[in-house]
């Protein structure tokens, strides 16, 4: 059994002795920010940019932590080296955050609370195995009846756990195939993106995501633009609709735990020639070099455990 050590609010306790109240504003508001880095051959990926990001939800919810930048990474690294000492050499693992504002005053001022923020950073195995089979055959995926929250109420890149709209979204798609994945729209029809992830699609060559007018600025998403403009692939960032995805040559996903997941049909008709296509795998491989690890290899290790 590993001890799984986690921090909570300044200590550094065993998972079983971290509690929360039931009355902190994580429970009775949703009101938690979050982020979820993972380690690629036990090294963090990018997780300053994760911090940077929390930050900038943190001040766009107006959640005062007491410190900075500097002592969240110190702290984040102390759970993480602490815990990857039993990780064996071929196991990741995610880093956690979740910052809520604290214990929540019932009243008129859902913003006030009889304490400091509650600042959670755990880590846990990196489990891919759900992802696994898309690498090869791609997934389906598939629109929800539900739409997205518009920005014009939340901004989608404040990285948050209020995770009602998307597990919703994702249990309708379920209905139409228990192994699909949503491609949320957004009010206006438009793709904004995944209950997990950003959505890309290639067509003519051209690799096309949305703007971060309607979805999360993901950092696999921005990875992996930078990847293309190495590559020499064109990239764009545009308003797609469910059309584009039918019609396009190529359809993906991208999300910190798997990377890049293909996927081969849409709505159930057939992406391109229903295959993995060549601009998705070679995306893939420049992940797998970036990380210095084959990532589909990892994911589907896994599943013969
Ligand atoms: C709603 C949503 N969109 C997109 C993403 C992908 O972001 P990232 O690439 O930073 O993991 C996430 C990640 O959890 C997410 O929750």
């Known amino acids: 059994m590993r001890k799984n050590l986690v921090h909570i609010s300044g200590r550094l306790v065993p998972e079983n002795e971290a509690k929360i109240s039931i009355f902190d504003s994580a429970v009775m508001l949703g009101d938690t920010v979050t982020e979820s880095t993972r380690t690629f051959l036990h090294k963090p990926f990018k997780l300053e940019e994760h911090i940077e990001r929390l930050y900038k939800s943190l001040k766009v919810v107006r959640n005062d932590i007491g410190y900075g930048k500097e002592e969240m990474l110190r702290i984040s690294l102390e759970v993480l080296n602490t815990n990857l000492e039993e990780y064996g050499a071929s196991e990741d693992c995610w880093l956690v955050h979740n910052i809520s504002r604290g214990i929540s005053i019932a009243g008129s001022d859902p913003t006030s609370t009889s304490n400091e923020a509650t600042v959670m950073i ?29 920005s014009q109420s939340m901004d989608a890149r404040i990285k948050n756990r209020s995770r009602m ?16 994945q949503s491609v949320i729209l957004d ?6 993106e995944n209950k997990g992830g950003n959505v890309f699609v290639v067509t003519g060559g051209v690799l096309k995501t949305p703007t971060t007018g309607n979805c999360l600025a ?3 998403r921005e990875t992996t633009l930078q990847l293309a403009k190495k590559l020499g692939i064109t990239a764009e960032e545009t308003i797609l609709q469910p059309y584009d995805l039918a019609t396009a040559d190529e359809v993906f996903f991208t999300s910190t735990p798997y990377c890049i997941m293909p996927a081969t049909r849409f709505n159930g008709i057939t992406i391109g020639d229903g295959r993995v296509g060549p601009v998705t795998k070679k995306l893939m491989a420049a992940w797998s070099d970036l990380v210095g690890l084959d990532i589909i290899e990892q994911a589907r290790n896994q599943l013969k455990d």
């Not at 755990?122 to 518009?150: E, K, N």
């Not at 709209?165 to 699909?180: C, G, N």
């Open 165 to 180: 709209a998307y597990t919703l979204a994702e249990a309708e798609v379920k209905l139409i195939d228990p192994h699909a």
């Open 122 to 150: 755990f880590v846990q195995p990196m489990d891919l195995r759900s992802w696994a089979p898309f690498y090869i055959d791609g997934c389906h995926a598939v629109t929800p009846m539900s739409r997205a929250i518009p």
């Open 218 to 220: 993901g950092i696999t």
């Open 187 to 192: 009010i206006y029809g438009n793709v904004s």
